[in-house]
């Protein structure tokens, strides 16, 4: 059976020229960088390399940029020690690490999963050092005002952070441009090898710690690739995203985006299908070779239906009657049109069992 893969939000393959970038550190440059020696130099050298790579495909410094293990400890690296003013429909990443502090706050969003950067205003608080918004959401693929945001923070004398995990490789990011204090990203959600995720800190605040050189390399490479065929590629799927959900609602009734309306990264669509719960969906369409997710694979063992879209206004019925596409490079207008096809049988089958549409 033909499988198809729709969950690139999730994670995506790695791609070949990644691999073979970071190669030579899976095999030859094997010494600690932090070592005196020989070895340890060769890999101090390769790791610098990819700093510089990393920071340019940015529009940051070098010495702004932290490797970490990945993109949640980018963000809990950015939030720690701040009392923090944070949406909420954050990253779990985000959200656990803000509710252990006593003094958090939050700001809601609209219908759409957009923030109003007038709430944001108005819910700063004295004390409040750090406002920590998502640049584009896992699940609704939303993009926020994260430039208006930046000034409002400018203003108040405070820093943003901004989760750029479901941003970098979607649409253009600049840390500059944008204004950020801090920024997150990950690699395995840009074709790059799953442990290694960078923050970009403007404190320039370095940690003692045994660096993964090829996991640098590889993220570098990625984001080498992602600069320079991420426009053209963006185009592509956003056009198969249009073609996927006007395709949905022109064929299964009562039928829903999650989202629709606001500015959205081009690969990502939340679809909500009335009278239908998301788990035997996503079976069903798994038996026919069709790979899609219910939300943040951060959260899929969760039994509570998606805080993002409750945090829209859909009821807890309406939030678990929701799934996500999210489409990569694999992808073709041959495949969505397969998927639709599937969809189209498995909730027409799905309707019949529940009583609502018996």
């Known amino acids: 059976m033909q499988r198809y893969y729709f969950d690139h939000n999730a994670t995506t393959p790695i791609a070949p020229e990644v691999l073979q970038a970071m190669m030579p550190a899976l095999t030859e440059v094997y010494g600690n960088a932090s070592s005196l020696h020989h070895f340890g130099q060769i890999a101090r050298q390769r790791l610098d390399e990819a700093r510089r790579d990393v920071a340019a495909c940015l529009g940051a410094d070098a010495k702004e940029i932290l490797f970490t293990s990945g993109g949640t400890e980018a963000d809990e690296l950015a939030v720690q020690g701040h009392w923090v003013l944070a949406a909420t429909i954050e990253h779990p990443a985000v959200l656990n690490a803000v509710r252990r502090n006593d003094h958090a706050g939050f700001v809601e969003v609209d ?69 950020v204090d801090f920024y997150s990203l990950a690699a395995h959600k840009i074709y790059g090898p799953k442990g290694v995720g960078a923050l970009f800190n403007k404190t320039a605040t370095r940690r003692t710690r045994t660096e993964n050189v090829a996991g640098a390399l590889g993220l570098a490479a990625a984001l080498r690739r992602e600069k320079q065929h991420g426009a053209e590629e963006a185009v592509r799927i956003a056009a198969l995203r249009d073609r996927l959900e006007q395709s949905v609602l022109d064929r299964i009734p009562g039928t829903h985006v999650n989202g629709a309306g606001a500015p959205r990264v081009p690969n990502t669509s939340n679809l909500r299908f009335d009278g239908i719960d998301s788990e035997p969906l996503l079976i069903a369409l798994d038996l026919r070779g069709f790979a899609v997710s219910s939300g943040s694979a951060c959260s899929s063992g969760s039994t509570e239906p998606s805080h993002v879209l409750q945090a829209i206004g859909l009821t807890k019925e309406q939030a678990r009657s929701s799934i996500r596409v999210s489409l990569g490079r694999s992808n073709d207008a041959e495949q969505v049109d397969a998927l639709v096809d599937a969809l189209v049988a498995c909730v027409a089958h799905l309707r019949k069992l529940a009583p609502a549409y018996a």
């Open 111 to 179: 219908s759409r999963g957009l923030v109003d950067p007038d709430d944001i205003r108005r819910a700063l608080r004295p004390g409040m050092s750090l406002i920590s918004v998502m640049h584009a959401n896992n699940e609704l693929g939303t993009i926020q005002p994260i430039d208006e945001i930046c000034r409002i923070a400018r203003e108040a004398g405070i820093s943003f952070h901004s989760d750029g995990v479901q941003a970098v490789g979607k649409i253009p990011v600049n840390v500059r441009d944008l204004g």
